[in-house]
């Protein structure tokens, strides 16, 4: 593992943490690479194989756990596997940027115990249960009932955001990112 630092955004899905990721990403001062995960969810129809994840199946994905070709990975939700590989920490830390991770709470947990020293955990609380449900169906990726799996599991999350370093509320995107980019700032 090279110098560069790991910079895990967790939360709750529909925090608006995608979001939150590309405008870290765009602060080119940060000089922050995107860990590009492997799923084996469906591909959304706006996202790229190979730039939003490497969309695997769910047999090459479990091919890849027997290898042990994962730093962590996590059955988010069922048959739903994603997982970070160790060749991307690998590449982007010869790039010689600093890495930022748009993972589930526990992953995130996992990568900072893999490198306890490099890594930053920022966590994102939604403005509350209710506007998390609001945002998901408006974004209308998801069926009803993965919905529902999303908010249960949620609620559960947001009893772990105490395990971060860090955590911000996010009301108001603006400045969610002013004082993320801030915290990663006196970080790196
Ligand atoms: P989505 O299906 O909405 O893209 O992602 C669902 C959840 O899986 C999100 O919380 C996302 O951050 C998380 N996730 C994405 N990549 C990884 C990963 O590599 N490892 C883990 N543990 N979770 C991930």
Excluded: C
């Amino acid at each position: 593992m090279g110098t560069g630092k790991l910079i895990v955004i967790a939360a709750p899905s529909g925090s608006g943490k995608t979001t939150i990721v590309k405008r870290l990403i765009s602060e080119i001062s940060l000089n922050l690479g995107f860990s590009i995960s492997a799923t084996s969810r469906d591909k959304r129809e706006n996202e790229v194989d190979g730039k939003d994840y490497h969309f695997l199946s769910v047999n090459e994905f479990k091919k890849k756990i027997s290898l042990n070709e994962f730093v962590e990975w996590e059955e988010v939700y069922e048959n739903n596997f994603y997982g970070t590989l160790k060749s991307e920490i690998t590449s982007l830390n010869n790039s010689g940027k600093n890495l930022i991770f748009d993972i589930d709470v526990i992953g995130g947990l996992s990568i900072k115990k893999a490198f306890p020293e490099n890594t930053l955990t920022i966590f994102i609380q939604p403005p509350s249960l209710k506007e998390l449900e609001s945002r998901l169906r408006n974004r209308g990726t998801e069926s009803e009932e993965k919905i529902k799996m999303r908010i249960s599991k949620a609620s559960k999350e947001m009893t772990m955001s105490v395990l971060y370093d860090h955590s911000v509320e996010n009301n108001n995107i603006e400045q969610t990112v002013a004082k993320i980019k801030s915290i990663i700032n006196n970080f790196i």
